[in-house]
Every structure is written in C-alpha cells, then in structure tokens.
C-alpha cells in the first residue's frame, strides 16, 4: 500500500459531512465506482478491455494530527490550522498513482485546504505549474522531497 497524497482541510468531517463530500465527489465521471463506510471509501477504477482487475484508491479521513508532522508545521507557520486529514492510497501501479491524482483533486475542489505528497518535489511541481505561487516545502517521508500544494494551485497539475 502506498499513500500517494493527503489532504488537510481545516473543515471537520464526521461521516454524515463525509457521506456528504462523496455525493458530491460521485458527480464527477473522474471519481469512478464509490463503495464506502463510515470515515473510509473506496474509489474502484478499470476498463474491462484493459484491466483485468479493477484498479482501487482508498481514501480515509483522519484526524489532521495523524499527517506529517513537518507539513503540520510548514502549514501552521502560514497560519492554517488543519481539523482533518483525508488520505489517498494505492496499491502503488503507476495506473492507480494517476487515477489517485485525479481524486486528489476533485476533493481538494469540494474541500480547499493543502495536499501534501511526495509523489511530486517542489521542483517537479514549479516545473508543471510554470511558477512557485501555492506551493511549500515539505520534508516528508525522510529523505523524500515532497511538497505542499494549495488546492487553488492543485487545478493547474491535475487539469
């Protein structure tokens, strides 16, 4: 299992909020096949011509003290204060990563607040963006970059 991203919102979600998100989620053809319960889901993907099993992305919301501290720190030193951490996870094919990435960011459209990943460094993601604006270092996952992006900044990597 890989966790390629996690988002910290500063909007608390309990499951009734969460039950609510994925409604909101599911309108997108991007989000794939939704089976969830309670504060967890699970985002099945596949063509049936390709894919002979199906490709799944599980996304769990947490408590934001349970994210890396170092980009807790980098978010506080900005002034935000994250209430909740919904983490995106894969069972690590490239296939999975890039469908994770896309749901990355249809929650981070419902949700606002900053994704935190090492599935991009902070050079990669100036690099596609073509500047540094939303973007924060962030030393997570030991010797990893990675980096923290703002969701207004996540449109232009994921669009």
Avoid at 35 to 40: C, F, V
Avoid at 132 to 151: F, S, T
Wanted: aromatic share 6%; charged share 25%.
């Amino acid at each position: 299992m890989e966790v390629v991203a996690t988002l910290l919102t500063d909007m608390p979600l309990d499951a009734r909020a969460f039950r609510g998100l994925l409604v909101d989620v599911s309108r997108s053809s991007l989000a794939g096949a939704i089976a969830h319960d309670g504060l967890e889901a699970t985002h099945s993907f596949g063509e049936a011509e390709r894919d002979s099993d199906a490709r799944d992305v599980q996304v769990r919301c947490r408590p934001a003290n349970t994210a890396q501290r170092a980009a807790l720190t980098e978010l506080r030193k900005q002034g935000f204060e994250p209430a909740t951490a919904v983490v995106f996870i894969t069972s690590g094919d490239a296939d999975s990563r890039e469908d994770a990435w896309f749901l990355v960011g249809l929650y981070a459209e419902e949700l606002r607040g900053w994704v935190v990943t090492s599935y991009l460094d902070f050079d990669e993601a100036a690099e596609r963006m073509g500047n540094d604006e939303g973007l924060l270092h962030a030393p997570v996952g030991g010797k990893h970059k990675g980096v923290l992006i703002a969701a207004s900044a996540l449109r232009l990597l994921t669009g």
